[in-house]
């Protein structure tokens, strides 16, 4: 019997480990897997400033405008649906290689009341975390129970690829959009104005386990030695307030969000407050009622980088000469370049 026991056991860690190793050529080469397995595995560069979050941070905030514009090197690695209990495992990723001086967190999905975010967007950031002591602890707190298996086995999720695999998924380049440094803007002018901004001294809760992350993110800043800055990127907040699984009044959430924030002596940066500051135009610089295009992302970033090198230490390493060619380069090609030049094309 424990013979048997033992050659099932053994069996069943093989079929494990083979179908991990076909996971990375049947999940979806899109480019959020890119910019992780460079920005978490494969990139030597230095990292000053690690941009984290959402969408809103994703197509908010451009490396290549903090790089070109005040010579900060960052890494954006936001992507769309990441709850804030996701960008904590995510963040705690990141440290295990790099230290940035300053970590920023879009606190958008602090207002998310569901207890688990939408999968096929988890899917992004969690697919692309090597298997890891951390990625079995995020499994296991951020994915509902009947799902966990396919999370540590992502290939029982892909499986139907079978017959649409091409060249592309065994020999996937993720240096390809290294360029672009995570940052992913749209193109598109929304035409329509905030409905939703208003100034208002009412507190509204953050949801309770939302809560303990950031505090669990606070916690890591603490013993990593790095600083911590929260934002809230420009938003309507329209469809928000009327989910079914968001809080009804985020306004007033982040007025409470303030309010932590201070008590903890940590900065936060709400922008939809700072909108004529940044010289943001709502209907031109949105890509859609709660994202920036990449016209709002410039306009974003370029404030974000001044605001950076005003209050941390951050080094200008436009001063290095191997990094400054290949990052020079990058801009070249970004979106950066794209708006600065005039050539950026509307949708």
């Not at 370029?302 to 001063?319: C, E, F, I, Q, V």
């Amino acid at each position: 019997m424990k013979k048997l026991i033992f050659k099932s056991l053994l069996f069943a860690a093989a079929l494990a480990l083979i179908l991990a190793s076909l996971t990375s050529v049947f999940v979806y080469k899109v480019d959020h897997r890119g910019k992780l397995l460079d920005g978490l595995y494969e990139s030597e560069d230095p990292f000053d400033v690690a941009l984290m979050g959402s969408s809103h941070m994703n197509g908010g905030v451009d490396p290549n405008v903090l790089w070109k514009q005040d010579g900060i090197t960052s890494f954006n690695y936001a992507t769309g649906g990441q709850p804030i209990d996701v960008t904590y495992y995510l963040l705690r990723e990141i440290l295990k290689k790099r230290r940035p001086s300053v970590v920023v967190v879009d606190v958008y999905y602090l207002g998310m009341t569901s207890p688990y975010g939408e999968m096929g967007l988890v899917s992004n950031v969690l697919d692309n975390m090597r298997f890891s002591p951390n990625k079995a602890e995020a499994i296991q707190n951020c994915i509902p129970p009947e799902e966990r298996l396919s999370f540590l086995l992502p290939v029982l999720k892909y499986h139907f690829r079978w017959s649409a695999l091409t060249p592309l998924d065994f020999s996937y380049d993720s240096s390809a959009i290294y360029y672009l440094k995570g940052f992913d803007g749209g193109n598109t002018r929304y035409g329509k104005q905030d409905l939703t901004y208003r100034q208002t001294e009412r507190r509204a809760a953050v949801p309770e386990r939302n809560l303990e992350y950031l505090g669990r993110i606070v916690d890591l800043a603490g013993r990593y030695g790095f600083k911590l800055l929260l934002v809230n990127m420009p938003s309507d907040y329209a469809e928000s307030d009327e989910s079914d699984d968001w809080v009804d009044d985020c306004e007033a959430m982040f007025n409470t969000v303030a309010d932590l924030a201070a008590a903890k002596n940590v900065p936060f940066l709400d922008l939809c407050d700072r909108m004529d500051e940044i010289g943001l135009d709502f209907p031109q610089d949105m890509n859609n009622s709660g994202h920036l295009n990449v016209w709002g992302a410039y306009k974003v970033s370029a404030y974000l980088g001044k605001y950076l090198k005003r209050n941390y230490s951050l080094p200008d390493r436009r001063g290095d000469a191997g990094l400054a060619a290949r990052w020079n380069k990058d801009y070249s090609h970004s979106f950066a370049a794209a708006v600065e030049n005039g050539t950026a094309e509307q949708e």
